[in-house]
């Protein structure tokens, strides 16, 4: 049996809109912290059969994935690549599962995909005795889905091309929370996502503002600059959302919860001049990013949050 296993990532500078035809290849550079406490974990098993098969992986402190027809199929898909790209032989069964629950409306594609790629790399490793870099490991996985290709790298990652790079950045030592706000199978994909924002009027300009905040996030960490990295990130995940809310056929992903959470925070700031960096993936759930020196902040916001939320927490170093 061979295992992989690899993290989630949090984007700040966010991947949406693809070229089309380029196997995921991105409109616009992106840039995410690596959550090394939400994993998934793969293992292969080689069978008799003429096909490759997904089963959910029993093990403890992880729960297994619902896939739809259609997950199951890319994610089969993304390992008859890589068995393609490296010249592997043999039909497996591929179990998978993540330590946070599946149902819990949190990303899982890309520790899935990650993890995938990585279970495959060792079973290259075994058959031809082959090491797989990173590098390369992060453009394959980009293929299978492109959020994962920035999870080889820790614990930033850049994303600007074919691959991922890692970068320092600095705050080595974040503290991750997520708001969660609904567990809910989401309307739109984040693939379907993808497609539509670039019929929204804003989509004009995007790619220009993404690479524009991109360099003054970089400076902005670089210098210690919490309030303005902070200041940068909610305007990025605000302009995302406007693009997912005037696209042709406006779609939203925002709640009023959704709203009340970053109003929450906006205050925080307002009054302390200090608080959490916060970000919205493609959904209503609200990432909250602390230093290490907040913890204090953080539990008490967590606690507020708690009494009014389910709330999903996970902080480096405690379980
Ligand atoms: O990897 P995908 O196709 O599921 O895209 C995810 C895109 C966002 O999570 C919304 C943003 C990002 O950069 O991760």
């Known amino acids: 049996m061979i295992k992989g296993q690899a993290p989630s990532n949090i984007a700040l500078i966010k991947y949406m809109g693809k070229i089309e035809g380029t196997g995921n290849k991105p409109t ?11 994993v998934t974990e793969v293992h292969l098993h080689e069978i008799d059969g003429d096909q490759d098969q997904w089963a959910p992986l029993e093990l403890k402190g992880f729960a297994a994935p ?27 069964r591929i179990e998978s599962a993540n330590n946070f629950p599946s149902d819990c409306g949190l990303a899982s594609s890309a520790s899935s995909f990650a993890a995938l790629t990585q279970a495959a790399a060792h079973l290259r490793e075994q058959k031809t005795g082959v090491r797989t870099s990173p590098e390369e490991l ?7 889905s492109g959020s994962s290709c920035r999870s080889f790298f820790a614990p930033w990652a850049l994303w600007e091309n074919e691959g991922a790079e890692a970068v320092d950045l600095g705050y080595p030592d974040l503290l991750h929370a997520a708001v969660v706000i609904s567990a809910g199978v989401k309307e739109v994909s984040s693939s379907d996502a ?24 970089t400076s902005a960490l670089k210098e210690r600059n919490w309030s303005e990295s902070y200041r940068l990130c909610r305007d990025e995940f605000i302009d995302m959302h406007e693009l997912f809310e005037t696209s042709a056929v406006p779609f939203k992903y925002r ?21 959490p960096l916060v970000t919205m993936d493609a959904g209503p759930n609200v990432h909250l990013l602390f230093r290490a020196d ?26």
């Not at 616009?28 to 939400?38: D, E, G, I, K, Q």
């Not at 009023?256 to 200090?274: P, R």
């Open 28 to 38: 616009n550079a992106s840039l995410s912290y690596t959550l090394p406490h939400l």
């Open 194 to 217: 993808h497609v539509r924002v670039t019929s929204s009027p804003r989509f004009e300009g995007r790619v220009d503002r993404a690479h524009q905040r991109l360099r003054d996030l």
């Open 66 to 92: 619902e896939l739809s027809e259609k997950g199951r199929s890319k994610f089969l898909g993304h390992f008859e690549r890589l068995k393609q790209a490296w010249g592997l032989s043999g039909h497996y």
């Open 138 to 144: 992060s453009v394959l996985s980009r293929k299978g």
């Open 255 to 275: 709640t009023k919860e959704s709203s009340d959470v970053t109003d929450a925070c906006q205050h925080i700031w307002n009054h302390k001049g200090d608080g």
């Open 294 to 319: 907040q913890r204090e902040l953080a539990d008490k916001m967590i606690e507020h949050f708690r009494k009014k939320h389910m709330t999903f927490t996970s902080w480096r170093g405690l379980k």
